[in-house]
C-alpha cells in the first residue's frame, strides 16, 4: 500500500510539474492559462493555504484543493501541449522542486483579506458602528 501511495504522489507530482511548464506554453487557450496559474501558485507555494496544524481542514488544503485543481487544469489543456509539458516535467523532477513566490503572495495576500474582514466584523460587533 505505501508503495501505490508513493506511486501516486510521483505521478501527481509530475502533474504539477507539466502544469507549470503547460501554463507558459502559448498552444494553451487564455483562460485555461489563467486558472493554471491560480493552481500552479497554490501548489508550490512555500505557505499552505490552511496551515497542517488545524486539525482536520490542514490537510484538506493537502489531500482534496489541491489534488482537484490539478484535474481541473489538466482537463483545460489541449493533450498535445500536456504530452510534451509531461515530457519536460520528467527533466525537471531530476533537478529538484520548484518553490512559486507568487503561490505564497497569493496565500499571504488571502489571510490579510480573511484577517481583516474579521477584525472589521469584531470591530462592528463590540462597537455597534461601522468603521468608516
Known amino acids: 500500500m505505501l508503495i501505490t501511495l508513493k506511486t501516486r504522489a510521483r505521478a501527481l ?9 503547460a501554463m507558459r506554453d502559448p498552444r494553451a ?11 500552479v501558485a497554490h501548489t508550490f507555494s512555500p505557505i499552505d493555504l490552511i496551515p497542517d496544524f488545524i486539525p482536520v481542514l490542514g490537510y484538506l488544503d493537502d ?5 482537484l ?12 501541449v500536456m ?7 520528467e527533466a525537471l523532477m531530476q533537478q529538484g522542486k520548484p518553490v512559486s513566490r507568487a503561490g505564497a503572495v497569493m496565500v499571504i495576500g488571502v489571510w490579510i ?10 470591530w ?3 462597537t455597534g458602528r461601522p468603521s468608516f
Open 13 to 21: 507530482k509530475r502533474e504539477a510539474y507539466a502544469l507549470s511548464i
Open 29 to 39: 487557450p487564455w483562460h485555461a492559462r489563467a486558472v493554471l496559474a491560480l493552481v
Open 63 to 67: 489531500l482534496i484543493i489541491t489534488p
Open 69 to 80: 485543481g490539478i484535474l481541473l487544469a489538466i482537463k483545460l489543456i489541449p493533450p498535445a
Open 83 to 89: 504530452a510534451d509539458a509531461r515530457r519536460q516535467a
Open 113 to 122: 483579506i480573511a484577517i481583516g474582514v474579521i477584525g472589521w466584523i469584531l
Open 124 to 126: 462592528v460587533t463590540f
